[in-house]
C-alpha cells in the first residue's frame, strides 16, 4: 500500500450504531487529519494530530471521537449520528516541522469514506 | 483569519479551450495558497502551492497560477483544456506556523468534446 488509505469505503448506518473509520499512512508523516466534505460547502477540518497528540479540535460534536494511536494510524469512531453527518470523510497526513510549525507542508489526502447515515 | 472565495460553482469549457477558474483570497498575514484537484471516487490531489517564491506558479498536467496580491487573488488556468481536466477543483489558503487549510467550496470544471 502506499499513500494515504481509507477503509471502509462506504459505510451506511443507523442513528443508534457505533462505528470506526480508519485511515493509515505509508509516507513516514507525523500529522493527520480528518476532514468533512458536505455537497455545496468549504471542505471542513475536523481534528489535527501532531506526532500523536491532538492539536486542533473545531469544535466537532462529542458523537465524533477520533483516536491517534501512533503517527501511521487515524481513527474516526461514531456513535449516535444524525442524518445531517452525512458526508464525504476525509483522512490527511503531513510533515510536520514542529511545534509551532516554521512552514508549511503539503497535506496528501486518502480517497475518503463515503458516510451515510440512515 | 483566512479565507477563500470560489467564484463560479461550475465551469464549462469546450476541448481545446482556455480554462479559468477564479479565486480571491482574504488573510491578515502573508498567505500560503494551493490549488487541488478531485476527480469522482478520489481524494484531494495538489496541483500547485504558492508559498512566498515566484508569483508564477506552475503545476501538474499544465496548469498555472498567478499570486497577485493587490488583486487578493490567485486564479487557475490552463492554456487547453483536455477531457481528463474534468474534475472539482478547490482553492485553499493557509499562513505560516499552522496546519489549517482553510478551502473553498469548489468548483466543478466540465469539458464539453
Known amino acids: 500500500e502506499t499513500g494515504v488509505t481509507q477503509t471502509p469505503r462506504h459505510l451506511v448506518m443507523g442513528m443508534t450504531n457505533k462505528k470506526s473509520l480508519k485511515c493509515e499512512q505509508h509516507l513516514g508523516h507525523n500529522a493527520m487529519y480528518w476532514y468533512k466534505q458536505s455537497a455545496k460547502k468549504p471542505l471542513e477540518l475536523m481534528f489535527v494530530?501532531?506526532?500523536?497528540?491532538?492539536?486542533e479540535n473545531n469544535s466537532v460534536p462529542s458523537r465524533f471521537s477520533p483516536e491517534c494511536p501512533n503517527s501511521s494510524h487515524l481513527f474516526l469512531h461514531l456513535h449516535t449520528l444524525q442524518p445531517e453527518d452525512s458526508a464525504l470523510y476525509l483522512c490527511?497526513?503531513?510533515?510536520?516541522?514542529?511545534?509551532?510549525?516554521?512552514?508549511?507542508?503539503?497535506?496528501?489526502f486518502g480517497p475518503g469514506t463515503r458516510l451515510t447515515v440512515l | 483569519a483566512q479565507s477563500v472565495t470560489q467564484l463560479g460553482s461550475h465551469v464549462s469549457v469546450s476541448e481545446g479551450a482556455l480554462v479559468l477558474l477564479r479565486c480571491n483570497y482574504s488573510s491578515s498575514v502573508p498567505p500560503y495558497l494551493f490549488w487541488y484537484v478531485q476527480y469522482p471516487n478520489q481524494g484531494l490531489q495538489l496541483l500547485l502551492k504558492?508559498?512566498?517564491?515566484?508569483?508564477l506558479v506552475k503545476g501538474i498536467n499544465g496548469f498555472e497560477a498567478e499570486f497577485k496580491k493587490s488583486e487578493t487573488s490567485f486564479h487557475l488556468t490552463k492554456p487547453s483544456a483536455h477531457m481528463s481536466d474534468a474534475a472539482e477543483y478547490f482553492c485553499a489558503v493557509s499562513v505560516t506556523g499552522a496546519n489549517n487549510l482553510f478551502f473553498g467550496t469548489g468548483t466543478r470544471l466540465t469539458v464539453i468534446p
Open positions: 490527511a497526513s503531513s510533515l510536520s516541522s514542529g511545534r509551532p510549525l516554521s512552514s508549511y507542508n503539503e497535506q496528501f
Open positions: 504558492y508559498t512566498s517564491a515566484a508569483t
Open positions: 494530530y501532531n506526532f500523536k497528540e491532538q492539536t
